[in-house]
Protein backbone atom coordinates (compact mmCIF):
# COMPACT_ATOMS: atom_id res chain seq x y z
CA UNK A 1 0.00 0.00 0.00
CA UNK A 2 0.98 3.45 -0.77
CA UNK A 3 1.20 5.77 1.81
CA UNK A 4 -2.70 7.69 1.43
CA UNK A 5 -3.97 4.12 1.37
CA UNK A 6 -1.68 3.17 4.49
CA UNK A 7 -3.72 6.02 6.29
CA UNK A 8 -7.09 5.14 4.64
CA UNK A 9 -5.98 1.68 6.07
CA UNK A 10 -5.54 2.76 9.29
CA UNK A 11 -8.72 5.03 9.56
CA UNK A 12 -10.69 2.25 8.40
CA UNK A 13 -9.41 0.28 11.37
CA UNK A 14 -10.04 2.45 13.36
CA UNK A 15 -14.27 3.36 12.81
CA UNK A 16 -14.36 -0.74 13.13
CA UNK A 17 -12.37 -1.00 16.63
CA UNK A 18 -14.55 1.52 17.94
CA UNK A 19 -17.60 -0.16 17.09
CA UNK A 20 -16.18 -3.57 18.22
CA UNK A 21 -15.53 -1.53 21.51
CA UNK A 22 -18.98 -0.92 21.71
CA UNK A 23 -19.90 -4.57 21.24
CA UNK A 24 -17.79 -5.46 24.50
CA UNK A 25 -19.07 -2.77 26.77
CA UNK A 26 -22.27 -4.02 25.58
CA UNK A 27 -22.06 -7.68 26.34
CA UNK A 28 -19.83 -6.68 29.64
CA UNK A 29 -22.52 -4.36 30.93
CA UNK A 30 -25.51 -6.93 29.74
CA UNK A 31 -23.78 -9.59 31.51
CA UNK A 32 -22.68 -7.84 35.19
CA UNK A 33 -24.06 -4.71 35.05
CA UNK A 34 -27.65 -5.79 33.46
CA UNK A 35 -30.86 -3.68 36.21
CA UNK A 36 -33.77 -5.41 36.85
CA UNK A 37 -36.07 -2.72 38.59
CA UNK A 38 -38.85 -4.90 39.37
CA UNK A 39 -39.78 -5.83 42.98
CA UNK A 40 -41.36 -8.84 44.52
CA UNK A 41 -44.72 -6.49 45.92
CA UNK A 42 -47.95 -8.34 45.63
CA UNK A 43 -49.89 -6.65 47.23
CA UNK A 44 -49.27 -3.59 45.33
CA UNK A 45 -52.35 -3.01 43.15
CA UNK A 46 -52.68 1.08 42.37
CA UNK A 47 -55.33 2.43 39.94
CA UNK A 48 -53.83 2.14 36.40
CA UNK A 49 -55.34 3.37 33.33
CA UNK A 50 -54.47 1.56 29.79
CA UNK A 51 -54.65 3.73 26.79
CA UNK A 52 -54.81 2.87 23.40
CA UNK A 53 -55.23 5.25 19.87
CA UNK A 54 -56.37 3.09 16.90
CA UNK A 55 -56.84 3.86 13.14
CA UNK A 56 -58.08 1.20 10.69
CA UNK A 57 -57.60 -1.35 12.86
CA UNK A 58 -59.92 -3.38 12.31
CA UNK A 59 -57.36 -7.17 11.92
CA UNK A 60 -55.23 -6.54 14.74
CA UNK A 61 -57.40 -4.78 16.78
CA UNK A 62 -58.97 -8.07 18.69
CA UNK A 63 -55.95 -10.08 19.50
CA UNK A 64 -54.91 -6.56 21.55
CA UNK A 65 -58.10 -7.02 23.68
CA UNK A 66 -58.14 -10.08 23.82
CA UNK A 67 -54.69 -9.75 25.51
CA UNK A 68 -55.91 -7.29 27.63
CA UNK A 69 -59.24 -8.90 28.74
CA UNK A 70 -56.47 -11.55 30.05
CA UNK A 71 -54.65 -9.06 32.21
CA UNK A 72 -53.81 -10.61 35.86
CA UNK A 73 -54.85 -7.58 37.87
CA UNK A 74 -57.65 -6.27 40.01
CA UNK A 75 -60.33 -5.42 37.18
CA UNK A 76 -61.72 -3.02 39.73
CA UNK A 77 -57.92 -0.86 40.04
CA UNK A 78 -58.14 -1.00 35.72
CA UNK A 79 -59.56 1.22 33.36
CA UNK A 80 -59.30 1.54 29.34
CA UNK A 81 -59.03 4.42 27.21
CA UNK A 82 -59.64 3.69 23.65
CA UNK A 83 -59.80 6.36 20.95
CA UNK A 84 -60.78 5.49 17.29
CA UNK A 85 -58.75 8.05 15.15
CA UNK A 86 -60.88 8.88 11.97
CA UNK A 87 -61.14 4.95 10.88
CA UNK A 88 -62.54 4.06 7.92
CA UNK A 89 -63.08 0.55 8.69
CA UNK A 90 -65.03 -1.23 11.27
CA UNK A 91 -62.81 -0.41 14.26
CA UNK A 92 -64.60 2.14 15.91
CA UNK A 93 -67.73 -0.76 16.30
CA UNK A 94 -65.11 -3.25 17.54
CA UNK A 95 -64.53 -1.10 20.11
CA UNK A 96 -67.80 -0.22 20.93
CA UNK A 97 -68.49 -3.51 21.19
CA UNK A 98 -65.96 -4.42 23.32
CA UNK A 99 -66.83 -1.65 25.78
CA UNK A 100 -70.60 -3.24 26.46
CA UNK A 101 -68.29 -6.23 27.39
CA UNK A 102 -66.12 -4.34 29.72
CA UNK A 103 -66.98 -2.36 32.74
CA UNK A 104 -64.45 -0.24 33.00
CA UNK A 105 -63.83 0.87 29.64
CA UNK A 106 -64.66 4.34 28.02
CA UNK A 107 -64.70 4.80 24.16
CA UNK A 108 -63.25 8.07 22.29
CA UNK A 109 -64.00 9.00 18.54
CA UNK A 110 -61.68 11.69 17.98
CA UNK A 111 -64.04 13.72 15.05
CA UNK A 112 -64.87 17.41 14.68
CA UNK A 113 -63.51 19.67 17.07
CA UNK A 114 -61.44 16.95 18.54
CA UNK A 115 -59.15 16.62 15.54
CA UNK A 116 -56.29 18.85 15.79
CA UNK A 117 -57.28 19.83 19.05
CA UNK A 118 -53.26 20.09 19.99
CA UNK A 119 -50.88 21.30 17.52
CA UNK A 120 -49.30 17.73 17.86
CA UNK A 121 -49.33 14.88 15.40
CA UNK A 122 -52.02 12.40 15.34
CA UNK A 123 -51.72 9.80 17.73
CA UNK A 124 -50.67 12.15 20.46
CA UNK A 125 -53.10 14.48 19.96
CA UNK A 126 -55.97 11.66 20.47
CA UNK A 127 -53.47 10.13 23.91
CA UNK A 128 -53.49 13.85 24.95
CA UNK A 129 -57.33 13.92 25.12
CA UNK A 130 -57.74 10.31 26.43
CA UNK A 131 -54.96 11.49 29.10
CA UNK A 132 -57.04 14.55 30.74
CA UNK A 133 -59.52 11.56 31.34
CA UNK A 134 -57.40 9.07 33.00
CA UNK A 135 -57.67 8.21 37.00
CA UNK A 136 -55.14 6.27 37.18
CA UNK A 137 -51.93 6.37 38.95
CA UNK A 138 -49.67 5.09 36.20
CA UNK A 139 -50.74 5.16 32.80
CA UNK A 140 -49.74 2.54 30.61
CA UNK A 141 -49.44 3.05 26.61
CA UNK A 142 -49.67 0.29 23.99
CA UNK A 143 -50.45 0.42 20.30
CA UNK A 144 -53.54 -1.70 18.46
CA UNK A 145 -51.64 -3.90 16.87
CA UNK A 146 -49.86 -5.52 19.69
CA UNK A 147 -50.45 -7.87 22.21
CA UNK A 148 -49.43 -7.84 26.20
CA UNK A 149 -48.62 -10.30 28.37
CA UNK A 150 -50.98 -10.93 31.16
CA UNK A 151 -48.66 -10.04 34.03
CA UNK A 152 -47.43 -6.90 32.15
CA UNK A 153 -49.52 -4.37 34.27
CA UNK A 154 -48.36 -5.74 37.75
CA UNK A 155 -44.48 -6.09 36.15
CA UNK A 156 -45.19 -2.16 35.19
CA UNK A 157 -46.36 -0.72 38.34
CA UNK A 158 -43.86 -3.36 40.33
CA UNK A 159 -41.19 -1.25 38.81
CA UNK A 160 -41.42 1.77 39.78
CA UNK A 161 -39.74 4.11 42.42
CA UNK A 162 -40.01 7.06 43.38
CA UNK A 163 -37.58 8.73 41.01
CA UNK A 164 -38.84 7.16 38.20
CA UNK A 165 -41.24 9.08 35.50
CA UNK A 166 -41.30 6.72 32.65
CA UNK A 167 -40.77 3.47 32.05
CA UNK A 168 -39.98 1.39 28.95
CA UNK A 169 -40.44 -2.27 28.56
CA UNK A 170 -39.18 -4.40 25.48
CA UNK A 171 -41.13 -5.31 22.21
CA UNK A 172 -40.71 -8.03 20.14
CA UNK A 173 -42.06 -8.48 16.42
CA UNK A 174 -44.32 -11.44 15.46
CA UNK A 175 -41.83 -13.18 12.59
CA UNK A 176 -43.26 -15.81 10.08
CA UNK A 177 -40.85 -15.16 7.14
CA UNK A 178 -36.80 -13.83 7.05
CA UNK A 179 -37.51 -10.74 6.20
CA UNK A 180 -39.86 -10.28 9.38
CA UNK A 181 -37.09 -12.33 11.90
CA UNK A 182 -34.20 -9.79 10.47
CA UNK A 183 -36.61 -7.02 11.73
CA UNK A 184 -37.09 -8.88 14.70
CA UNK A 185 -33.34 -8.65 15.53
CA UNK A 186 -32.81 -5.43 14.59
CA UNK A 187 -35.64 -4.15 17.32
CA UNK A 188 -33.21 -6.50 19.98
CA UNK A 189 -30.33 -4.73 18.84
CA UNK A 190 -31.54 -1.76 19.19
CA UNK A 191 -33.63 -1.83 22.25
CA UNK A 192 -30.52 -3.66 23.76
CA UNK A 193 -28.10 -1.03 23.36
CA UNK A 194 -31.21 1.83 24.55
CA UNK A 195 -31.62 -0.44 27.76
CA UNK A 196 -27.68 -0.23 28.35
CA UNK A 197 -27.49 3.15 27.98
CA UNK A 198 -30.35 3.99 30.27
CA UNK A 199 -29.47 1.57 32.97
CA UNK A 200 -25.50 3.87 32.83
CA UNK A 201 -27.91 6.84 33.60
CA UNK A 202 -27.82 8.38 29.92
CA UNK A 203 -31.43 9.56 28.96
CA UNK A 204 -32.29 7.37 25.78
CA UNK A 205 -36.33 7.52 24.42
CA UNK A 206 -40.12 6.48 25.13
CA UNK A 207 -41.15 3.38 23.49
CA UNK A 208 -45.17 4.33 22.33
CA UNK A 209 -46.05 0.12 22.28
CA UNK A 210 -45.14 -0.33 25.43
CA UNK A 211 -44.48 2.67 28.03
CA UNK A 212 -45.35 3.43 31.88
CA UNK A 213 -45.51 7.19 32.83
CA UNK A 214 -46.44 7.69 36.14
CA UNK A 215 -49.26 10.00 36.97
CA UNK A 216 -47.40 12.64 38.81
CA UNK A 217 -44.60 12.76 36.03
CA UNK A 218 -47.26 12.83 33.04
CA UNK A 219 -49.22 16.31 34.82
CA UNK A 220 -46.01 18.07 35.91
CA UNK A 221 -44.57 17.68 32.49
CA UNK A 222 -47.64 19.22 30.51
CA UNK A 223 -48.57 16.17 29.12
CA UNK A 224 -48.76 15.48 25.33
CA UNK A 225 -50.70 18.48 24.61
CA UNK A 226 -47.53 20.38 25.79
CA UNK A 227 -45.26 18.80 23.42
CA UNK A 228 -43.45 20.14 20.35
CA UNK A 229 -44.70 18.50 16.71
CA UNK A 230 -42.80 15.79 15.86
CA UNK A 231 -43.12 12.02 14.37
CA UNK A 232 -41.83 10.69 17.50
CA UNK A 233 -44.12 11.93 19.91
CA UNK A 234 -42.89 9.08 22.41
CA UNK A 235 -39.37 10.51 22.48
CA UNK A 236 -40.94 13.98 23.20
CA UNK A 237 -42.69 13.03 26.14
CA UNK A 238 -39.58 11.03 27.25
CA UNK A 239 -37.79 14.33 26.88
CA UNK A 240 -40.37 16.41 28.62
CA UNK A 241 -40.53 14.30 31.75
CA UNK A 242 -36.54 13.83 32.15
CA UNK A 243 -35.99 17.86 31.94
CA UNK A 244 -37.88 17.60 35.24
CA UNK A 245 -35.49 15.16 37.01
CA UNK A 246 -37.24 12.07 36.50
CA UNK A 247 -35.48 9.37 35.58
CA UNK A 248 -36.38 7.05 32.33
CA UNK A 249 -35.91 3.83 32.42
CA UNK A 250 -36.49 0.55 30.44
CA UNK A 251 -37.23 -3.16 32.03
CA UNK A 252 -36.27 -5.62 29.73
CA UNK A 253 -37.94 -8.95 31.24
CA UNK A 254 -40.83 -11.83 30.68
CA UNK A 255 -43.65 -9.82 31.99
CA UNK A 256 -42.43 -6.68 30.29
CA UNK A 257 -42.22 -8.28 26.63
CA UNK A 258 -45.05 -7.16 24.44
CA UNK A 259 -45.06 -8.53 20.94
CA UNK A 260 -46.16 -6.31 17.33
CA UNK A 261 -46.39 -7.09 13.87
CA UNK A 262 -43.72 -6.70 11.42
CA UNK A 263 -43.59 -4.84 8.22
CA UNK A 264 -44.71 -6.78 5.40
CA UNK A 265 -42.74 -5.00 2.49
CA UNK A 266 -39.95 -2.99 2.21
CA UNK A 267 -41.80 0.18 1.12
CA UNK A 268 -43.69 -0.04 4.67
CA UNK A 269 -40.28 -0.52 6.50
CA UNK A 270 -38.86 2.41 4.61
CA UNK A 271 -41.74 4.85 5.46
CA UNK A 272 -41.96 3.34 8.94
CA UNK A 273 -37.97 4.06 9.02
CA UNK A 274 -38.25 7.34 7.31
CA UNK A 275 -39.98 8.69 10.43
CA UNK A 276 -37.96 7.29 12.96
CA UNK A 277 -35.17 8.94 11.46
CA UNK A 278 -36.61 12.06 11.62
CA UNK A 279 -36.62 11.67 15.77
CA UNK A 280 -32.52 10.28 15.08
CA UNK A 281 -31.53 13.28 14.07
CA UNK A 282 -33.00 15.25 16.95
CA UNK A 283 -30.93 13.54 19.00
CA UNK A 284 -27.55 14.53 21.24
CA UNK A 285 -24.36 14.38 19.36
CA UNK A 286 -23.25 11.38 21.17
CA UNK A 287 -25.84 9.60 20.57
CA UNK A 288 -25.75 10.86 16.48
CA UNK A 289 -21.48 9.79 16.65
CA UNK A 290 -22.47 6.24 18.61
CA UNK A 291 -24.60 5.53 15.57
CA UNK A 292 -22.20 6.74 12.80
CA UNK A 293 -20.10 3.62 13.75
CA UNK A 294 -22.55 1.36 12.99
CA UNK A 295 -23.38 3.05 9.53
CA UNK A 296 -19.05 3.72 8.72
CA UNK A 297 -18.74 0.05 9.52
CA UNK A 298 -19.41 -1.34 5.73
CA UNK A 299 -17.15 1.21 4.08
CA UNK A 300 -14.26 0.96 6.69
CA UNK A 301 -15.01 -3.02 6.25
CA UNK A 302 -14.77 -2.96 2.54
CA UNK A 303 -11.64 -1.03 2.24
CA UNK A 304 -10.46 -3.13 4.78
CA UNK A 305 -10.89 -6.18 2.78
CA UNK A 306 -9.95 -4.58 -0.73
CA UNK A 307 -6.46 -4.26 1.27
CA UNK A 308 -6.41 -7.43 3.45
CA UNK A 309 -9.17 -10.31 2.56
CA UNK A 310 -8.32 -12.52 5.07
CA UNK A 311 -7.85 -9.66 7.57
CA UNK A 312 -11.12 -8.15 6.43
CA UNK A 313 -13.47 -11.23 6.56
CA UNK A 314 -11.70 -12.07 10.32
CA UNK A 315 -12.60 -8.62 11.20
CA UNK A 316 -16.15 -8.68 9.70
CA UNK A 317 -16.59 -12.41 11.42
CA UNK A 318 -15.71 -10.91 15.14
CA UNK A 319 -18.16 -7.98 14.79
CA UNK A 320 -21.03 -10.49 13.85
CA UNK A 321 -19.74 -12.72 16.68
CA UNK A 322 -19.75 -9.73 19.27
CA UNK A 323 -23.34 -8.25 18.10
CA UNK A 324 -24.81 -11.77 17.88
CA UNK A 325 -23.32 -11.97 21.28
CA UNK A 326 -24.95 -9.48 22.82
CA UNK A 327 -28.31 -9.32 21.01
CA UNK A 328 -28.66 -12.91 22.79
CA UNK A 329 -27.96 -12.32 26.13
CA UNK A 330 -30.45 -9.38 25.69
CA UNK A 331 -33.03 -11.46 24.48
CA UNK A 332 -32.73 -14.21 26.89
CA UNK A 333 -33.51 -11.82 29.66
CA UNK A 334 -36.82 -11.61 28.74
CA UNK A 335 -37.10 -15.14 28.17
CA UNK A 336 -36.44 -15.41 24.08
CA UNK A 337 -34.02 -17.12 22.23
CA UNK A 338 -33.30 -16.01 18.90
CA UNK A 339 -31.66 -18.17 15.97
CA UNK A 340 -27.81 -18.18 15.47
CA UNK A 341 -28.07 -18.74 11.81
CA UNK A 342 -30.21 -15.18 11.16
CA UNK A 343 -27.67 -13.75 13.46
CA UNK A 344 -25.48 -14.44 11.51
CA UNK A 345 -26.66 -13.22 7.79
CA UNK A 346 -28.12 -10.12 9.71
CA UNK A 347 -25.53 -7.87 9.10
CA UNK A 348 -26.37 -7.89 5.05
CA UNK A 349 -30.16 -7.51 5.97
CA UNK A 350 -28.78 -4.28 7.49
CA UNK A 351 -26.73 -3.36 5.36
CA UNK A 352 -29.49 -3.03 3.00
CA UNK A 353 -31.73 -1.69 5.10
CA UNK A 354 -29.47 1.01 6.40
CA UNK A 355 -28.29 2.25 2.89
CA UNK A 356 -32.17 2.65 1.69
CA UNK A 357 -33.45 4.13 4.68
CA UNK A 358 -30.77 6.79 4.24
CA UNK A 359 -31.61 6.82 0.41
CA UNK A 360 -35.54 7.22 1.06
CA UNK A 361 -35.06 9.95 3.97
CA UNK A 362 -33.44 12.53 1.53
CA UNK A 363 -35.96 11.43 -0.67
CA UNK A 364 -38.63 14.70 -1.76
CA UNK A 365 -41.83 12.78 -0.05
CA UNK A 366 -43.86 12.93 2.57
CA UNK A 367 -44.16 11.43 5.99
CA UNK A 368 -46.79 8.65 5.62
CA UNK A 369 -48.54 7.46 9.17
CA UNK A 370 -51.49 6.00 9.89
CA UNK A 371 -53.04 6.90 6.71
CA UNK A 372 -51.80 10.47 7.11
CA UNK A 373 -49.37 12.57 4.87
CA UNK A 374 -47.57 15.16 6.63
CA UNK A 375 -44.51 17.23 4.92
Same mark, same amino acid.
Not at 31 to 34: A, E, H, T
Not at 189 to 193: A, E, K, S
Not at 295 to 307: G, T
Given at each position: MDYGNTIIFYLAFFAVSILLAQYLVLIFRA??? !?VDFSKSNHNYFPKVSVLVTSRNEEKDLPNLLASLQELDYPSEQLEFLMADDQSEDGTLGILEEWKERTTNCKVFSIKGQQLGKFPINGKANALAIMAKEAKGDFLFFTDADCVV???WVKEGVNSFSEDLGLLNGVTELESHTLFAEFQKIDWW?????TKIVSDMGAHTTGLGNNMVISRKAYLESGGYENTKFSWTEDLEISRSINRLGFQVHQ???PGMLLKTKAERSWSDLLKQRKRWLKGVVSL? !??WKVSLGFH???????? !?????NVSFGFGIWGLKILLQSIFIMVVSNKAGRKLSWFVLAIYDFYYLLASSLTILYYFWPSKITWKSRNYL
Open positions: LFF !WGKNNILGIQVSP !WKLLFFPAIA !WILAS
